[in-house]
């Protein structure tokens, strides 16, 4: 079986959390694991056989292969890239072509990264009584048995039943409050996991037979195709011209062979802070707190520290999260606005909506620690092992005094060694390189100074990750 993970949505509904640049599969929400992480870990776990291949996009490719190279190195077929995004049937169907060329059987069990699933037994079970079905030609989806009349989820209605999974009669928009309760009380019902199983020939078979133009397009862009490191790089014209729909529009609302399986795992999309605030533990006034929080007089409320005290007084129902460059306050039953404050970010060309105070780079990350007029301070992690690139800069120097570690530098024509305590300045215009020769990460503080301190000022010679 080949456990595909899709990793290549931004995430805005966490935010400020999760943000475009790094989503909320990457951050840790509910354990000390990020919820790409778990996902790995749980396909992993349904046997030795069982292989990891990712299908992500260009700005997270190097996050997801980190998350791999960590828990599956040795059990991973690679990573896709797509060069833009075409929702859900077309990513698959790149997955789909790359596991046909080895073995066009092969079992893919198909999973978003940003999903939890408390019961990991539970999990396996039904993956174990999907697969039976896959193997017989079948299209599976699981469909989560609901807890409660959500609105938020489109639902499976199941229809005939084959013993341990049924045929699936319909999938069902997200339906207003009443006929989410008349589903839960009639029964058959099911929410929308978008977790799938099936062979890579069969899912081929009846993309081509109901949407030939997306294997068209996805054909050729994947016959392109050029390796990058560990990434697989498709053809971005050929995939641009690929109609952008999702597997159960394309296939599954179509296919005759869609069977349901039920799941019941404790799953949740996290697709909101309501949602988040639902599976955590709660204390006896109804409120689920992490970090730094002090509460009086509150019930049902959310609220998130991620460094700084939060006290709070005489509120209910409240969504609080803090991170160190944003609060959030919200009413916990208007969470799904959030989406309203971060298009107004957009709108003004403010940072926020895209990028966490801390930066995450291929080589470590940089954060920023103070700014002002014609200067800026950072706090640079470079890993063991890692460089930056060979660069310069038309607008700003760069003064870089190392904390911990070990810095090489390459300044011009010099190359320095410089430890704990001791400093360097590169003047504007010089080409510069900084690797980190040590076993132990490298950190420094760096100050720009300058009439430009943007990130776009930067002229690129050489990278380890082929950025341009």
């Known amino acids: ?20 640049a790094y989503p909320k599969q990457f951050i840790p929400v509910v354990s000390d694991q990020s919820l790409l992480s778990e996902t790995i870990a749980r396909g992993l776990k349904l046997g030795a056989d069982v292989r990891v291949m990712a299908i992500t996009n260009e700005e997270h490719r190097f996050v997801v292969a980190a998350s791999l190279q960590q828990l599956a190195a040795d059990r991973t077929t690679g990573i896709i890239l797509e060069p833009v995004g075409r929702n859900t049937a077309p990513a698959i169907a ?46 599976v989806t699981f469909g989560i048995v609901p807890s409660s009349p959500h609105t938020g989820y489109g639902y ?51 993309l081509e037979r109901f949407q030939p133009r997306i294997l068209e397009a996805c054909r050729a862009a994947y016959s392109a195709r050029k390796g990058d490191m560990d990434f697989t790089r498709v053809d971005k014209e050929a995939f641009a011209a690929c109609p952008d729909d999702s597997i159960d529009y394309a296939v599954m609302e179509h296919t005759k062979d869609a069977v349901v399986v039920p799941l019941d795992a ?6 909101s802070w309501s949602s988040l605030w639902e599976i955590q533990p ?23 520290s991620e460094g700084r005290l939060i006290a709070a007084l005489g509120v209910s129902d409240h969504v609080i999260v803090e991170t160190d460059d944003v609060v959030l306050v919200a009413d916990r039953n208007r969470v799904q606005d959030v989406k309203k404050l971060v298009n107004r970010l957009k709108e003004q060309g403010r940072p926020e909506y895209k990028l966490h105070k801390k930066v995450h780079r291929p080589w470590g990350t940089y954060e920023g620690v103070a700014q002002g007029d014609r200067f800026q301070v ?35 024509d010099e190359e320095l060694l410089l430890t704990e305590d001791e400093s360097t ?27 430009y301190l943007g990130e776009d000022d930067i002229v690129r010679f050489e990278d380890t990750y082929n950025r341009v």
């Open 1 to 20: 079986m080949l456990a595909i993970i899709l990793s290549g949505g931004s995430g805005t509904r966490l935010w400020p959390l999760s943000r475009e």
């Open 266 to 271: 404790g799953w949740s999309d996290v697709g």
């Open 94 to 139: 790149l997955a789909a072509l790359a596991a046909a060329e080895e073995n066009p059987d092969e079992l893919m069990l198909v999973m978003p990264s940003d999903q939890v699933l408390q019961d990991e037994q539970a999990f396996a079970r039904a993956v174990a009584v999907g697969a039976d079905a896959a193997r017989e030609g079948k299209l």
């Open 425 to 451: 300045y590169i003047p504007l215009g010089v080409t510069h390189r900084l690797t980190n020769p040590g076993v132990i990460p490298l950190e420094l503080i760096e100050v720009q100074t300058g009439s």
């Open 378 to 412: 950072k706090r640079i992690t470079v890993n063991p092992g890692a460089s930056l690139s060979l660069q310069k800069h038309h607008h700003r120097s760069e003064h870089w005094v190392v904390v911990t570690g070990t810095a090489r530098v390459n300044r011009g």
């Open 156 to 206: 499976i209605r199941a229809g005939g039943s084959k013993g341990v999974w049924s045929n699936v009669d319909a999938f069902v928009e997200k339906p207003d409050a009443d006929t989410a309760q008349r589903y839960l009380d009639e029964g058959g019902y099911y929410w929308n996991s978008g977790m799938f199983l099936f062979s890579a020939s069969r899912y081929l078979e009846e």
């Open 282 to 304: 709660q204390d006896e006034n109804g409120n689920a707190c992490h970090g730094d929080v002090i509460l009086e007089d509150v019930s049902g409320s959310y609220v998130h």
